[in-house]
């Protein structure tokens, strides 16, 4: 990513703002005497069939106040994964993120075909950024060289999703997004309100069940090859020796469950906030004396406070997740 571009100073205000933050839409609907089912039927729209502007007074408030998408996209690569494939996402005041569309292949035998694999359906995981650059610093990660720059609205989070469904046909994939997860540039929970406004929008917009949502925290990691293994799948272990190219910001594209270490008082929040919504955790090390050693910031972030944590959040997950990563 660019490092040269300018830091922006004090909150951004988008104008237009997106049509897809969906709790935006409400509050300007129900300032303006909107009826609450026709702004998010709008709102929908814009996701599922697109809005021509001819769809009503309720829509054409809204697109005087809002736009559609406000981000548009830069460029768009391939990555050596199947059909996977990153783009570069341009905000309304031109600072550029990063989105990574992970695409998973279904391959079916047929009698018809002879019994030979053919390919039957798929499905897409958006890897979104939450934030331009990020504060944490972590060595191995191009954007934590560049500083904190800006936070994302809820409705850049989710256009990056919007994106991905609109450029997947250019690389000969025609399925929608099934699974988001929060681990492109940046620190989710240090944006935590916009990613809250973010995961809302993609469970009514979107429809996406809890369970098809991740967020990752990140504090701070030592090496870019790192191997991990999920509590519900604790066969799978993965080692990263992959191409930066092919890489979300604080991942391998590959890794549904990021290995990732995050912030206690959040993880309690978030699942009264986000309640069956994944979260990705990493502990670097099973005791306390060799997590200091190796991330810093674990003299603060004790193995008891985040065990204590994982036990109010995890017991309202519906997919719980506990990675692990050993250096």
Request: net charge positive; proline share 5%.
């Amino acid at each position: 990513m660019p490092a040269d571009l300018p830091v922006p100073s004090g909150r951004r205000t988008l104008s237009p703002d997106s049509l897809l933050d969906l709790d935006a839409v409400r509050a300007y609907a129900a300032a303006a005497g909107l009826r609450d089912a026709d702004a998010k039927s709008v709102s929908r729209a814009a996701v599922v069939d697109g809005v021509s502007g001819g769809g009503g007074s309720c829509e054409e408030a809204l697109l005087s106040r809002f736009a559609v998408t406000t981000s548009t996209v830069h460029s768009a690569h391939p990555t050596t994964a199947q059909r996977g494939f990153k783009l570069v996402v341009k905000l309304q005041d031109g600072q550029l993120v990063e989105t990574v569309a992970i695409v998973h292949e279904a391959l079916t035998s047929s009698a018809a075909a002879g019994g030979l694999p053919r390919r039957s359906h798929g499905r897409i995981t958006v890897c979104v950024s939450s934030q331009v650059g990020c504060k944490m610093g972590c060595t191995f990660c191009a954007t934590g060289t560049m500083g904190l720059r800006a936070n994302l609205t809820a409705g850049e989070i989710v256009e990056q999703v919007w994106h991905v469904e609109r450029t997947a046909p250019a690389f000969g994939v025609h399925w929608r997004v099934s699974n988001v997860v929060f681990m492109g540039m940046g620190e989710p929970l240090n944006n935590y309100k916009p990613v809250m406004g973010a995961v809302r929008s993609l469970r009514e917009l979107w429809r996406l069940a809890p369970s098809r949502i991740t967020i990752s925290t990140v504090w701070r990691r030592q090496r870019l090859t790192h191997t991990h293994s999920s509590a519900r799948t604790a066969s799978s272990v993965y080692s990263s020796p992959m191409p930066l190219s092919d890489r979300c910001c604080c991942c391998a594209t590959v890794c549904a469950a990021a290995v990732q270490v995050g912030v206690v008082n959040r993880i309690k929040t978030l699942a009264a906030d986000a309640p069956g919504v994944s979260l990705a955790l990493s502990l670097h090390a099973a005791t306390q004396e060799t997590r200091v050693k190796l991330v810093p910031s674990a003299t603060a972030y004790t193995l008891t406070k985040l065990m204590n944590s994982l036990d109010s959040g995890l017991s309202h997950s519906a997919r719980p997740t506990l990675s692990t990563q050993s250096h």
